[in-house]
């Protein structure tokens, strides 16, 4: 039946894209036509019991169980998916080169320089020569790894949900390509992408349509969470009310925000340390800072920010090509949606 589906509605046909977050599990399915994109349908499901701890899942039975849940809420028939490979479980560079050296030869040679070479053999490493060059003459490569277990796992983990993983990518190519489907009049200056997730944030810098610097960071909405109620004694009920802007007990959010304000000085320095990195290497300047994921709808995190790092900062809006907006969340499972099966840009 999928390929009658298939069949009837085009080339243009995208199958749903899924977003396995340590908190929730997200979804977009989009439409294409020509060159527009617009959404289909997206929603999510927040986990009843903890799935994850950092990266290891821990209870398969409620991911599976979530995801089919999210599926037949959002009724979706489809078995083909999307996925990608968390910035915490894959690396991702960009390397420039003479025109003299020969690509492939100086991949390896990089990797080799990073990599114990008897890590090989469990690493699936690809890479794609970019159309742009930051330095005139030479030629970027994009660099993409991934431990060849941690694939498998993932793969064998949606089959067992009944789906089929179709285009596996990785989350900095998704949350720099839902960047510039929203932005495509941004290629010109580097910007800075963040996405505070749960249990991770992860830090982007891209020009010219790509991804250039990254950055993984072990901080996340969780830990805000704990640090309210470890400051507050509070449930976690209580922090995720008071976090939207609610008094808790006595307890305003401008106290709330004052202890939320130590975890992003946190972010903030690693944030300025890609922004840097990505200066020295390529001697660009960043100028501007976009927000993803559920902890940059806090009521005064791009202030805050603005004020501390000196830079523009806003808030992403991964479904906005659609006109949908303030779902910042949604930033990974956005860019994965625009992808398809035979896709030569999709990264892994």
């Known amino acids: 039946m999928e390929w009658l589906i298939k069949f009837l509605k085009g080339s243009d046909y995208l199958v749903p894209a899924l977003d396995i977050g340590t908190h929730s599990v997200k979804l977009v399915q989009s439409e294409r036509k020509g060159n527009n994109y617009k959404v289909k349908v997206f929603g999510k499901k927040e986990y009843k019991e903890q799935v994850f701890a950092g990266m290891e899942v821990i209870d398969e039975f409620e991911l599976i169980e979530s995801i089919r849940e999210l599926y037949q809420e959002l009724s979706i028939k489809d078995k083909e998916v999307i996925i990608h490979v968390p910035l915490s479980a894959c690396f991702y560079s960009v390397i420039s080169i003479p025109p003299s ?16 070479p008897e890590e090989f053999s469990f690493i699936r490493i690809d890479y794609k020569i970019l159309p742009i060059s930051i330095e005139k003459g030479n030629i970027d490569i994009a660099i993409a790894a991934v431990r060849k277990d941690f694939l498998e796992q993932r793969i064998k983990l949606l089959k067992k949900a009944d789906l089929n993983p179709v285009v596996v990518d990785i989350e900095p190519a998704a949350i720099n390509n839902q960047f510039y489907l929203n932005n495509p009049d941004k290629t010109v200056s580097p910007v800075c992408l963040v996405d505070i997730g749960a249990s ?12 250039y610097i990254t950055r993984n960071v072990e901080i996340g909405g969780q830990t805000i969470n704990e640090q309210l109620q470890r400051e507050f004694m509070l449930s976690s009920q209580d922090v995720e009310l008071l976090k939207r802007g609610e008094d808790i007990k006595g307890i305003t959010y ?3 925000f004052n202890v939320i304000k130590q975890i992003l000085r946190k972010i903030a320095t690693e944030i300025m340390w890609t922004i840097d990195n990505f200066k020295d290497r390529f001697s660009l300047e960043v100028e501007s800072i976009y927000l993803y994921g559920g902890s940059a709808k806090l009521k005064g995190i791009t202030e805050f920010l603005e004020d501390l790092l000196g830079l523009k900062v806003s808030r992403g809006d991964p479904l906005g090509f659609s006109g949908i907006f303030g779902n910042e969340e949604y930033a990974v499972a ?15």
């Open 200 to 211: 991770f944030t992860k830090v982007v810098v891209s020009f010219g349509g790509y991804p």
């Open 101 to 116: 050296k020969e690509p492939e030869e100086a991949v390896i040679d990089y990797m080799k320089s990073i990599i114990n």
């Open 334 to 348: 956005a860019g994965l949606s625009i992808r398809y099966k035979g896709d030569e840009n999709a990264k892994v």
């Open 254 to 256: 401008d106290e709330a």
